[in-house]
């Protein structure tokens, strides 16, 4: 992709606004629409139009597709281990509650920890499904459209 | 009953997306269609379950800080018993918002819907490599043409 | 229900611009062939269906089904149909009789059950009458953020999103597992009866048996 002047240059701008935009998103997901999930999604896009205009090699260069794999398990282990750490504090399965001194502030954190889990496992997976279609080979080269 | 029908038009138009959907999934043979005809049968049940949520006039089911809505409507609210807490806001509860419940559930299935088209993907993609297509019945000739009738292809 | 207001027309005329809209695009996707124009399709259908959910009041996932919906699904599609077919085979005609009787009896069985579903924006309906409504108004008191769907998705219901997360995380092992992380990158390999084999791609299934032989003799 070499040829396609107009959309290296557009892409190398608008990538890191998608990524930062993806975060925005997270943080604010408390205020208005959005949260881990569309989050995820949308940080995930940013890598996917990255690979789609400089290449799948320039890609697992910047991404390694180690990082996602080890991510998508880190985003499970994050959700699972808020749960787990309420446990020992002494409340029940995911009861946010006992994590801070009150319980309003316990449920911000709780549900802080639990978003960031949900994008971490969402963004690693759809990065890591890419990754697995994309490369594979092709029987039929462009030319065959 | 045809009064009925008519103030309920918005579930019998999902009902003619959902029944698209599974004609596609149905008559197709092509199994990449299949899953398209799939993800449209999904998202048609998504519209009937954001359609039984909502609530004529209402708000979106995020809450309005009592300051801001003061400011903007004149009239009697009642903010949220309790001292506020964590941000220092108060919240309007009694105005109408849609149901939250069903975007909850939808929320999650959108989620867990790509993810398991991108299974049914990989699935399509490994039987293209071993068979060489991915119509369905050249796949079951391949599959059964020789066991059944005795004859290769 | 008898009163009209502004708010009420202007919403009458985006649902049904989007209905008639949204039958269009998935008569189409049944009567097109081209997989490519079909896939894009699905993407324009995923972001009708968004602009729907805006209309009714369903910001949140409005927001994922166009992330979802229109983007990455469309982008997997792309890629599944890149490494598949670009045509799919038109069905022929004695073979669309079963489907449609199937689909037209199920969509009779479905509109006849349609009179028992409340009107649409009900504020009194059973479904929207209790457990959601409470959430309203448990919110505000108990976890103190603005977004209930947030609040419901993460912290009242945040073992079944824990569920959902582990289906997620479990599609992308199954994807793995199916194609592996790098793909097979043009190598492909594998050891029946001990003895090794090397292909630039997975062979095609065996159409017919080996004559005389085969792995029973």
Not at chain 2, 44 to 61: C, E, H, N, R, W
Not at chain 2, 127 to 149: F, K, M, P
Request: glycine share 10%.
């Amino acid at each position: 992709m070499t040829h396609h002047v107009i959309l290296r240059v557009v892409s190398k701008f608008l990538i890191p606004l998608i990524a930062l935009f993806a975060f925005y998103v997270q943080f604010h997901g408390d205020y208005g629409p959005g949260g881990g999930f569309q989050a995820g999604v949308i940080l995930a896009a940013s890598v996917i139009l990255y690979a789609l205009i400089f290449g799948l090699e320039e890609a697992k260069k910047s991404i390694p597709p180690t990082w996602v794999r080890v991510g998508m398990a880190l985003g499970v282990l994050l959700y699972g281990g808020t749960g787990v750490a309420t446990w020992l504090l002494g409340g029940a399965f995911l009861d946010y509650d006992v994590l801070a001194h009150d319980a309003a502030h316990g449920q911000h954190h709780g549900i802080l920890a639990v978003e960031l889990g949900v994008l971490l496992a969402v963004s690693s997976v759809m990065v890591t499904i890419f990754y697995a279609f994309g490369s594979r080979q092709p029987d039929l080269t462009d030319e065959d459209w | 009953m045809l009064g009925t029908v008519f103030d309920n038009y918005h579930y019998a138009v999902v009902i003619i997306l959902m029944m698209t959907g599974l004609y596609t999934v149905f008559a197709s043979g092509n199994l990449i269609k299949k899953l398209v005809g799939l993800s449209v049968f999904q998202t048609s049940v998504f519209l009937m379950y954001i359609t039984i949520g909502k609530v004529m006039d209402a708000q979106p089911p995020i809450l309005e800080k009592a300051k801001d809505y003061a400011l903007n409507v004149s009239g009697n609210y009642t903010a949220a018993a309790g001292e506020s807490g964590g941000g220092g806001y108060q919240f309007v509860t009694d105005i109408a918002y849609s149901n939250p419940l069903p975007h909850v559930l939808i929320l999650t299935a959108i989620v867990v819907g790509v993810a398991t088209l991108a299974i049914g993907l990989a699935l399509v993609v490994r039987i293209r490599e071993v068979y060489g297509t991915i119509e369905e019945d050249e796949i079951s000739a391949i599959d059964y043409g020789y066991n059944l009738e005795g004859t290769s292809r | 229900m008898i009163f009209v207001s502004s708010a009420m027309v202007s919403t009458l005329i985006l649902d049904v611009g989007f209905m008639a809209m949204l039958v269009v695009v998935a008569f189409a996707i049944v009567r097109l062939q081209s997989l490519f124009a079909i896939v894009m399709l699905q993407g324009v259908y995923s972001l009708l269906c968004a602009a729907w959910f805006v209309s009714l009041d369903a910001v949140d996932v409005a927001f994922t089904e166009a992330a979802v919906g229109a983007g990455v699904a469309t982008i997997l599609m792309l890629a599944a149909m890149l490494l598949a077919d670009r045509e799919s085979k038109p069905v022929p005609i004695n073979r669309q009789f079963g489907p449609i009787l199937v689909v037209i009896l199920a969509g009779i069985a479905l509109l006849f059950a349609l009179p028992d579903m409340p009107t649409v924006g009900d504020g009194n309906s059973p479904a929207n009458s209790y457990v959601g409504m409470d959430y309203i108004a448990r919110t505000a008191d108990e976890i103190k953020i603005p977004n209930i769907v947030t609040a419901v998705l993460a912290s009242y219901r945040g073992y079944d999103t824990f569920g959902e997360v582990v289906v997620i995380f479990s599609a992308g092992l199954g994807v793995l597992l199916l194609l592996g992380l790098d793909g097979n990158a043009g190598k492909w390999k594998a050891k029946p009866n001990g003895i090794q084999l090397y292909a630039p791609s997975a062979p095609p299934a065996r159409i017919k048996p080996d004559n005389d032989g085969g792995e029973s003799s």
